[in-house]
């Protein structure tokens, strides 16, 4: 399996190296070309409207919300969640929301970057993952095909932060900004699950 | 269980280190007004940095240049939704203070304002808002992320339009990294001495071969071929000050330039993006100026 990072702009490299320490490949993705060689998606964290300009200025777009249908698995982190969500709040306009997960994600959630935080959330199981969330989007609404897989409480009740739907994993801190590589690994079990469910 | 409200940390040095890193790959743009900043986040802009004048005016108009008025960095904190930067004086921790009032996402603490202090830049470790600083060499780099800076951006030549002084920093940076792998770990003590940096920095780099945070570039940007010259010389993002809007189509400039710095290695996406673009600003030969801002700082 290798496993496609979109390389437009963002955190691409800590990405590839959490991959690379879970024995993955991985090959960053600027082109259809490069799409054509992945079986999995990685949407990293960045600025969520460049990212999309930048989808649509390189013909990435199209190509890539139909790979997304035919159920390619996908990771999403932050910028990257925001992209797979089905409807954003206080986005631009014009930005694609690509519908893989069933949420609705408020931009800056939780305030500019001053109000940026780290704190840590418990997964099902009772495996503790650290979590860094920058300018975060929140999690506002999660349909009823959406697994949650963790929560956190910023004084306002609990809401998710780590989401699941089939093979399309989403959160909104960023994993590969610490050394835990619990929650790739959940990735990865999940792409190698879906992968080896199409080849049967 | 319900009024349990999970522990937060603010201002960690992931934090403050992780928001350069989601600006790796973009461009960074110099706004006065409200409606640039919206002409750069439409270009698919990462950021903006709100100022009063870019440095080509600056550099013509003399006199001491400031901290812009809050009024004019709330204007624009309002119609975009990209982070918002803005430039303290070096040195200047009071500006640097009323910035992280103002909920600025990062404060550049800037050669191409008038210094406020000629012996010690601010003492940023102090701060939750992150701050970007200019260096023109390793040793000033690592000087500044010693103080707390959490990326670094060559200085360049500001308001120029000239790109050859990047290059130099870049290169020069770029270079003393590379030569630090290569010794012996009994050599690092006289490298930090050489360098005048921490000793702790210079051994993180030597062995890891590249900067503790993001290396971007700035300082005389002014077309696609410049930002995808920089960007294959190993910096990780690009700030283009006055060579978006002293350009003649500034709307059709930012964008090329943000495709540029995406594409960086592909040539013949950037001859097509370069084509009919009209003059960039019209810059100025190193030579002639009267003031090298890159001078700043320490």
């Known amino acids: 399996m290798r496993v496609g990072v979109l390389a437009l702009q963002g955190d691409v490299s800590e990405h590839r190296a959490a991959l690379a320490d879970l024995g993955v490949d991985s090959s960053p993705v600027r082109s259809v070309a490069e799409l054509d060689g992945v079986d999995a998606m990685v949407l990293p964290g960045g600025e969520s409207t460049a990212i999309a300009h930048l989808l649509v200025t390189s013909g990435l777009l199209g190509p890539l919300e139909s790979r997304l249908r035919q159920g390619m698995p996908a990771f999403g982190t932050c910028a990257g969640l925001v992209l797979l969500a089905s409807s954003i709040t206080d986005g631009r306009p014009d930005q694609p929301a690509l519908g893989l997960l069933d949420v609705t994600v408020l931009r800056n959630g939780y305030g500019r970057q001053v109000a940026s935080f780290e704190s840590s959330s418990e997964l099902a199981g009772g495996v503790r993952v650290p979590t860094v969330f920058i300018r975060a989007p929140r999690i506002t609404e999660a349909g009823d095909g959406v697994e949650v897989l963790a929560t956190i409480d910023v004084g306002d009740g609990a809401h998710p932060v780590l989401v699941r739907q089939g093979a399309v994993l989403g959160a909104s801190f960023h994993p590969e900004l610490t050394p835990d590589r619990t929650v790739h690994a959940l990735f990865v079990d999940l792409a190698s699950a879906s992968r080896s469910a199409v080849h049967k | ?298």
């Open chain 2, 1 to 298: 269980m319900a009024d349990l409200v999970d522990e937060r940390s603010y201002g960690t040095s992931n934090v403050k280190r992780g928001l350069a890193d989601m600006l790796r790959g973009g461009v960074i743009m110099d706004v006065v007004t409200p409606a640039q900043a919206k002409v750069a986040e439409d270009a698919g802009a990462v950021a903006v940095m709100a100022l009063e004048r870019v440095p080509a005016d600056i550099r013509r108009d003399g006199g001491v240049a400031r901290m812009s008025d809050p009024e004019m960095i709330k204007g624009i904190q309002e119609v975009v939704t990209i982070p918002v930067m803005a430039k303290a004086r070096i040195g200047h921790f009071a500006e640097a203070q009323i910035l992280q009032a103002l909920r600025v996402d990062y404060v550049d603490e800037s050669e191409v304002l008038t210094p406020a202090d000629e012996a010690h830049h601010i003492d940023k470790w102090a701060f939750t808002v992150p701050f970007v600083c200019g260096a023109t060499s390793l040793g000033e780099a690592l000087r500044r992320i010693g103080e707390g800076a959490c990326m670094i951006r060559s200085k360049g030549e500001a308001g120029t339009g000239n790109i050859v002084e990047a290059v130099r920093h870049l290169r020069c940076i770029l270079g003393e990294i590379r030569r630090l792998t290569t010794l012996g770990e009994a050599e690092r003590y006289a490298a930090a001495k050489d360098l005048q940096a921490p000793l702790a920095l210079v051994a993180e780099v030597a062995m890891t071969g590249k900067l503790p945070v993001p290396l971007f570039c700035a300082g005389g940007i002014a077309t696609p071929a410049d930002a995808a010259l920089v960007r294959q010389l190993g910096a990780e993002a690009v700030f283009v000050g006055s060579g978006i809007f002293k350009s003649s189509d500034p709307e059709r400039m930012a964008r090329a330039i943000v495709e540029a710095t995406t594409h960086f290695d592909d040539a013949d996406l950037i001859a097509k993006i370069s084509t009919g673009l009209g003059p960039a600003m019209r810059g100025d030969e190193i030579s002639t100026l009267n003031e090298r801002l890159a001078d700043r700082g320490w």
